[in-house]
């Protein structure tokens, strides 16, 4: 079992849709993070929780909605997305102290139509 | 200016070459940096891990850092096809991965 599983692994969805990305660590870790991944771009950063608390927000558009309820578990809720949102979306997590070692999920990749 | 530059190639060797991989950076404030592999519709793994200046070496795999040019390097050492994959470098001014900065990565294909 991989340390931090992602489900869906692809989604397809309409501009009108709502569904939400699922993310699971099964390292012990007390953080995670939502990361967005395009094509020859870096990987930015949407959001963070550590010990279940949002820590920061980088601008991200309001329909992309995180939802941590434990230190497990964390989920992306997608609603009225735009066709530019089409992405990979990597789930991470890591461990206080050892912060600058985080461990990525397989990804979802997301098509929006 | 981006805050890290990095070719993204693609960058085509046969097996058993020596690559080197680079990236380019303008804040002088990091001091931890990092590089992960991505393989194709997988998830970035981290592949080294050094703080500040100097080398650090792991099997075939040595990372380089001088802060004094700004420049990092992740250098491979016979290379096989089962290093095909993308290099991302990252890197912080603090052991935090909220601050982590990372390249748009380098595509690279080993051929046998």
């Known amino acids: 079992e991989t340390g931090v599983t992602q489900t869906p692994r692809h989604l397809v969805m309409g501009m009108t849709n709502k569904k939400s990305l699922k993310c699971e660590q099964h390292l012990g870790h007390n953080a995670m993070y939502w990361y967005k991944q395009s094509a020859k771009k870096p990987l930015e950063l949407m959001f963070v929780y550590s010990l279940e608390e949002r820590v920061e927000n980088n601008s991200v558009p309001s329909r992309f909605s995180p939802e941590c309820p434990n230190s497990s578990h964390l989920f992306l809720h997608l609603h009225t997305l735009q066709p530019e949102d089409s992405a990979l979306y990597l789930c991470a997590s890591s461990q206080t102290g050892r912060e600058n070692t985080i461990y990525f999920g397989e990804g979802s990749w997301l098509t929006v139509v | 200016q981006k805050e890290v530059e990095q070719d993204p190639g693609p960058l085509s060797v046969p097996e058993g070459a020596i690559v080197s991989l680079n990236c380019t950076y303008s804040n002088s404030a990091f001091q931890y940096f990092m590089w992960y592999r991505q393989y194709s519709r997988k998830g970035p793994e981290l592949l080294m891990y050094?703080?500040?200046?100097g080398n650090k070496e792991d099997g075939r795999f040595t990372a380089q850092v001088d802060k004094s040019s700004k420049y990092i390097s992740l250098f491979i050492r016979d290379s096989q096809p089962s290093d095909s994959a993308t290099y991302l470098c990252a890197m912080s001014e603090a052991g935090s991965a909220r601050q982590l900065t990372f390249g748009s990565g380098t595509q690279l294909t080993v051929l046998p």
């Open positions: 050094t703080y500040s200046s």
